[in-house]
């Protein structure tokens, strides 16, 4: 077999370098340097966002795709389409980076329902007793191991432990050394029972767990204090898997047709976690080795990643994932950097497009235990979302698309500094004002600042209801550029990288897409239970996008029901939030399984329904304007146009 020549390859300005063989994309070389490029299409060449330089040596193009034309022109070419052919020097601008970006690690002003409020109930997955064991005699000769499971069950009243080799290899020595008093640490989960941990009780130790939010985006990590339930530190970063695609059928399409992807997505977020954790433990003082559980909820394409198997089949119809329920994993099996003898849980899925984090946020909202109707939403790269009481709840989940984070715009970008994330436009000369993430000079536009600069321009009558620029315009700021119509949202000068920020009619049209798939999937779920949208006594949003979402906004573009803004209610991370409560409860996890048995899944490509309403919900903020009493105030505009803004505006 002939054996393949490798290159050296340099990255500046970080200066790492990797050796690949010939034929290596600079993406996947990048990501063997550590560094993460963005790459919303996967690598396919379409997004354009992965944009380097070769400064040295032999690259083969293959393609330019999607690459901006002025980039070409400075001599970019795409990392996804550019190829080794030698040593390689390579220069990577700041723009086409993953850094790390505002990430929702906690949302303390949350408000939880009474129930939560009261804390957990029962125990939680992995605790300690302490004991005192009879030491054997030349008539009481029972193993070590034996003395040792009659005293958990003479304490806890449970039969059936399992032992690790591990622990059992050092037990006769603990046990002598303690004088038969020792601490133990159990793991229950239902099903399953472990002793995975036994010390003398002079030297005790404290028991920790990781409570652990696999978003398509961001991933994020609580480590929690099992002996007492609390949450130590929070820590939280990008997703690394974003280098390879940015929603989730980009990540299937991925591991299913690269040989080595499937490897390369589950590394790349076991990597992301171990990052965080590594972090944490550090700075808290506290060793891996006590660190004895994580409880995971992801998506149902993420907890597939994660945990290794090939999720091809959920994006083929009749869309099937390969598990809904998985058993508790062994830490080792895994490769996360904590004790390797713990375990590892995942949250169960509804469906293939409805996982563990929304089953996360149902547990943690209390939807399903109250008597009034509610409406649960968590807006991302997919709309996911779950209506109903106590006596029943039914789900669906469309796809946004990445608008909201930042993809598919020209100048979008995730909330990191320098993201527009709020704007004021002057009614009469078009000024525009920006409020940024950090403060900072403007860089690009985050999915909070698309849905302002929206509902802005159309409130000013920049844009028709179509999402049409109204072209006749008195401003310089809306102009034709390329073939294409674009307002100006920042001057170079006044942007922190030299170039005009603006907004095209591609992109307006791209957030009309995903607004109008998130309320179309609303209404499908009222539609199938016979509804009427004022009988949703409240709506809960989720998830980190949805924290930084202004209601007002939401409801002027079309996005979200037209309802009192009382009954809108932030719950900011629910999937972490569900997981830390469930890993300090017993009964919590229980209760998350019986919620996902519980939820009907509605499958929104089966029949008509959601296609006619995401093309009614294509406008603003939509066809049937009945749906809308909040925008009361109308105002003849040119050729016929109507102007809707919101009331007291």
């Not at 193009?61 to 034309?69: D, K, R, T, V």
């Not at 996360?360 to 109707?373: N, P, R, T």
């Not at 922190?496 to 607004?515: F, P, Y």
Request: hydrophobic residues 40%.
């Amino acid at each position: 077999m002939t054996k393949l020549s490798t290159h050296e390859v340099i990255f500046y300005p970080d200066q790492r370098s990797v050796r690949v063989p010939t034929g290596t994309s600079l993406l996947k070389a990048a990501a063997r340097a550590g560094i993460a490029l963005k790459s919303n299409c996967g690598g396919n060449g379409t997004c354009g966002k992965c944009a380097v330089k070769v400064k040295q040596g032999e690259a083969n193009i293959e393609s330019f795709g999607n690459l901006p034309a002025r980039l070409k022109k400075e001599g970019y070419v795409l990392a996804c389409q550019t190829y080794v052919q030698g040593n390689l020097e390579v220069e990577i601008p700041p723009e086409a980076q993953l850094r790390d970006h505002q990430v929702l690690v906690d949302y303390k002003q949350a408000v939880l329902t009474e129930r939560r409020q009261r804390g957990p109930e029962g125990f939680p997955l992995c605790y300690q007793v302490q004991l005192e064991l009879s030491s054997p005699t030349l008539t009481e000769n029972s193993s070590d191991l034996t003395r040792l499971e009659a005293a958990v069950y003479q304490k806890t009243g449970k039969r059936d432990w399992d032992i690790s080799l591990a622990v059992l290899r050092e037990l006769p020595e603990i046990l002598r050394t303690g004088q038969w008093k020792v601490q133990v640490t159990l793991v229950e989960v239902p099903g399953r029972r472990e002793i995975v941990k036994v010390v003398p009780t002079g030297k005790a130790v404290t028991p920790y767990g990781l409570a652990v939010d696999i978003g398509t985006t961001t991933v994020v990590v609580h480590l929690v204090n099992l002996e007492t339930g609390q949450i130590v530190d929070r820590n939280g970063t990008y997703n690394r898997q974003a280098q390879f695609g940015d929603d989730v059928i980009s990540r299937i399409i991925y591991a299913s047709e690269e040989k080595e992807g499937l490897e390369e997505l589950r590394e790349s977020v076991v990597q992301t976690i171990n990052e965080l954790t590594e972090d944490l433990l550090k700075r808290n003082g506290v060793p891996r080795e006590d660190v004895h559980l994580a409880v995971c909820a992801g998506n149902t394409t993420m907890t597939h990643l994660f945990m290794g198997i090939l999720p091809k089949y959920i994006r083929l119809e009749p869309y099937i994932p390969a598990f809904s329920r998985i058993p508790p994993v062994k830490v080792s099996q895994v490769g996360l950097k904590i004790n390797p003898e713990g375990w590892v849980l995942n949250f169960p899925a509804v469906a293939s497009y409805v996982g563990g984090d929304i089953v996360a946020g149902v547990l943690v909202s209390g939807i399903a235990d109250s008597e009034e109707i509610a409406l649960f939403v968590d807006i991302g790269t997919n709309g996911e979302m779950v209506l109903g009481n106590k006596d029943w709840l039914v789900s669906c989940a469309c796809s946004a698309g990445p608008a909201f984070e930042g993809g598919g715009i020209t100048w979008g970008m995730r909330a990191m500094p320098g993201a527009i994330e709020r704007l004021e436009i002057e009614p009469e000369t078009f000024e525009v004002k920006v409020i940024t993430v950090g403060d900072g000079k403007p860089v690009g536009i985050c999915g909070s600042g698309l849905i302002d600069t929206l509902a802005k321009l159309r409130r000013y009558g920049i844009i028709d209801r179509s999402g049409n620029f109204e072209r006749d315009l008195s401003t310089p700021r809306l102009r034709e550029k390329d073939g294409e119509w674009e307002f100006v949202l920042v001057w170079s000068r006044e942007s922190g990288n030299g170039e005009d920020i603006v907004i095209t009619q591609s992109d307006i049209k791209n957030i009309l897409r995903a607004k109008a798939a998130v309320f179309a999937g609303i209404r499908s779920l009222l539609k199938a239970v016979q509804l009427e949208m004022d009988q949703v006594q409240k709506v809960i949003i989720a998830g980190g996008f949805g924290n930084y979402l202004n209601i007002a906004d939401a409801v002027e573009i079309g996005l979200l029901p037209d309802l009192p803004e009382e009954r809108y209610e932030f719950i900011g991370n629910s999937a972490v939030k569900g997981a830390y409560l469930s890993l300090i409860s017993q009964e919590a996890w229980q209760e998350a399984h019986e919620l996902a048995k519980k939820m009907t899944y509605l499958e929104l490509s089966v029949g008509t329904d959601f296609m006619e309403e995401f093309v009614s919900a294509s406008f603003l903020p939509h066809t049937d304007l009945s749906l809308f009493p909040s925008l009361v105030h109308a105002v003849s505009g040119k050729e016929g146009n109507t102007h809707w803004t919101a009331a007291g505006n």
